[in-house]
């Protein structure tokens, strides 16, 4: 009798931190701002709990707080495992054209940093030029619904920190 054998391209036992699955879970994951929430500001320690004048957040409903982005479809970004770390992003603009692009991602488990490569993390708002890589990203909270990511704001009078943006699926 003959038996098909299916071999995977990626070695699932390098992905058993539960943070892979929080990311791009069995079968993929496709993430959206979340508007109730889409953005915060983190300090360089968050959330180390140090007591560090740096282990501070602000990250402020929605609902009062308009004033950070304009409610609407900023497209949507995927992260999944089949056959290699792949993820892509749709782009939408305020005129409706969108964008996609593809590439890969990693996760430093030990570190919370995922880097992106061949695109850069789904974003809200008019925040593009105030941090200079969209691809080094440092995971700030996830749970399995939830995930907010942060890229390290560098190119602003206000000072460094990170800039937060939750999604949901």
Known sequence: ?????????????????????????????????????????????????????????????????????????????????DNGKNYSVTSINEKGNSTTKSGAFDINTSSGMIKLIGAELLYGGDYHSQASNWQNICILDMSDTSITLGVWRDQSAEGPCWIGFTYKL
């Open 1 to 81: 009798d003959s038996t098909i054998i299916h071999v995977s391209n990626t070695d699932l036992s390098y992905l058993t931190d539960p943070v892979w699955g929080y990311i791009a879970g069995a079968s993929g994951k496709t993430w959206v701002l979340d508007m109730s929430k889409p953005i915060g500001w983190y300090g360089a320690d968050y959330p180390k709990h140090n007591g560090s004048a740096d282990d501070w957040s602000w990250h402020p409903d929605y609902v009062g707080n308009e004033y950070v982005m304009a409610n609407r479809d900023y497209g949507s970004m995927h992260f999944d495992l």
